[in-house]
Nanobody, 117 residues
Framework: VQLQASGGGLVQAGGSLRLSCAASVRTFSRYTMAWFRQAPGKEREFVANTDWSGEITRYANSVKGRYTMSRNNAENTVYLQMNSLKPEDTGVYYC???????????WGQGTLVTVSS
């Protein structure tokens, strides 16, 4: 499984960005997909994930109500719509995939999001 994240950039506080993650895999709908982020000098943290159907989605408390994760199984892609961005949302955002279990087995290369105050 190869994951390619894109859509990061520089945005002012209060603005929006939409991240995409394209997966190179034949059975994309078998995978739980997630977004993580890593701020400078901090450990990587969970942002959101969604089950195979996209109907069950969980969010970190810090992004709940501002971020929306979705997936398009026909296009092997997941999205992360980020609204009302804050400077503390700055970091490298990674998409990840797993078929089951606790740990994510596959990771994308990350896309940098910078939110200026």
């Amino acid at each position: 499984v190869q994951l390619q994240a894109s859509g990061g950039g520089l945005v002012q506080a209060g603005g929006s960005l939409r991240l995409s993650c394209a997966a190179s895999v034949r059975t994309f709908s078998r995978y739980t997909m997630a977004w993580f982020r890593q701020a400078p000098g901090k450990e990587r943290e969970f942002v959101a994930n969604t089950d195979w159907s996209g109907e069950i989605t969980r969010y970190a408390n810090s992004v709940k109500g501002r971020y929306t994760m979705s997936r398009n199984n026909a296009e092997n892609t997941v999205y992360l719509q980020m609204n009302s961005l804050k400077p503390e949302d700055t970091g490298v955002y990674y998409c990840a995939a797993k078929e089951g279990g606790i740990s994510y087995d596959y990771w994308g290369q990350g896309t940098l999001v910078t939110v200026s105050s």
